[in-house]
């Protein structure tokens, strides 16, 4: 699961940088007014604000998804991916998604962002893993356990 959801999100920051520019003024700027996360997002709907959301966004969808593929920093990018979902969910649903109800995939995203946070993900597989062996190994010598 953790790796399905690194590569959904790793080809989505990619394809942003891959059709560059990327521009998010409709969501940033349009779609957010009215909604309960508009009073956040609608400070980045100005000229500074939009350059970081449009660099923010594929650059933050491009790590979260290398960090879970690589299983480096898992629950690092696991929470940054729940936070980026939230918006999406959030923001899509108030603004017509929630029409066939409000179990819609940008929640699936967030519990599956959420549960892969939560549960220690990382540990088995990837580099997480291997500094957590290091590390141990590491303490083991100095302490002699």
């Not at 080809?11 to 560059?20: E, I, M």
């Not at 956040?40 to 959301?53: K, R, S």
């Not at 933050?60 to 939230?86: C, D, E, H, K, Y």
Request: net charge negative.
């Amino acid at each position: 699961m953790q790796l399905a959801v690194g590569w959904w999100f790793l080809r989505a920051g990619l394809d942003k940088f891959l059709a560059w520019p990327f521009d998010a003024s409709w969501f940033v700027g349009g779609a957010t007014a009215g909604t309960s996360l508009g009073p956040v997002v609608t400070p980045f709907a100005g000229d500074a604000g939009l350059a970081f959301v449009n660099i923010m966004v594929p650059l933050g969808q491009t790590l979260i998804g290398l960090g879970l593929v690589l299983g480096a920093l898992t629950r690092l990018a696991a929470f940054f991916g729940a936070f980026l979902m939230s918006f999406f969910y959030f923001i899509n649903g108030e603004t017509g998604g929630w029409a066939h109800g409000v179990v819609t995939g940008e929640l699936l995203g967030l519990l599956i962002f959420a549960m892969i946070a939560t549960l220690g993900a990382g540990r088995v597989l990837g580099i997480d893993a291997y500094f957590h062996e290091w590390t141990c190994s590491k303490i083991t010598l100095n302490y002699g356990g």
